[in-house]
DNA sequence: GTAACTGCAAATCCTTTGCTATGGA
DNA sequence: TCCATAGCAAAGGATTTGCAGTTAC
């Protein structure tokens, strides 16, 4: 695989944020390092980074697929607002399998109301 | 809201199923039941059946959405098949808060290679 | 009776893909 | 040099929406 430009300012804008940006907020942001980019060197290179591990996916509960940088860590969702805040220090214990399935990683998302979206209700 | 014909079938589907299915899946159940129901019903039913917290949603790792009944469990999402399945003696305590922000649910994927998928290797 | 919901079809939006050109190794 | 990747634009697929008719309450 070859380390085109374009696939460097993709990686580079996902490690380098914890906005958890979706194709179109990396696309914009993209732009801005090489505004002839295209959204489908943004997709293209989006599959084949999820594929080789170099980044995550995460579902934000509405349509949209966002993007991840890849460490080891979780997150808290904001059912209103759905911002997605880091979380380092959950306590959970990787099980080895679930039965007969070997367990290889796991996610874990935590569900509620964030600090600001609490004072609006 | 009205319970309608197509709603309760639906509902009825993702309640006594445990296929996870997608909205295709779903469509092509529900004409099973009702063969002039829509795909603009379906999607409309689900959308307002999973912002009532009447079902849930999973993503499947793929470019899908599934969907599942509302119960207290917890999944195992094969990475090469895609198949998941419910897991309802996990572990894991929920916390009250995440810093400030306030936790009220909280989903767990274990990720790995389901029992079949290990066989093929 | 009437407002919410449906079926249908068209519109919209997101993502993928075919093609030719470009650039990384 | 040469093959993977880019840009562009068109195609494809999933989801939403407008409208007229239907149905739950």
Redesign the pocket.
């Known amino acids: ?7 460097k300012i ?1 990686l580079d804008i996902i490690n380098n944020s914890n906005e958890h940006l ?3 907020g990396l696309y914009y942001a993209a732009r801005e390092k ?1 505004s ?13 980074l999820v594929d080789t591990g170099e980044i995550d996916v995460i579902y934000d509960g509405t ?3 966002r993007y991840d940088k890849r460490e080891d860590h979780q997150h808290f969702l904001c059912t209103k607002c759905h911002k997605i805040i880091d979380i380092y220090d959950l306590d959970f214990k990787k099980p080895t399998n679930y039965k007969d399935n070997k367990v290889v990683s796991y996610k874990i998302v935590l569900e509620g109301l964030c600090e600001n979206c609490q004072k609006e209700e």
């Open positions: 695989m070859r380390r085109s430009m374009q696939r993709i979706d194709a179109y090489l002839r980019i295209s959204l489908g060197t943004i997709y293209r290179n989006l599959k084949s349509d949209k697929l």
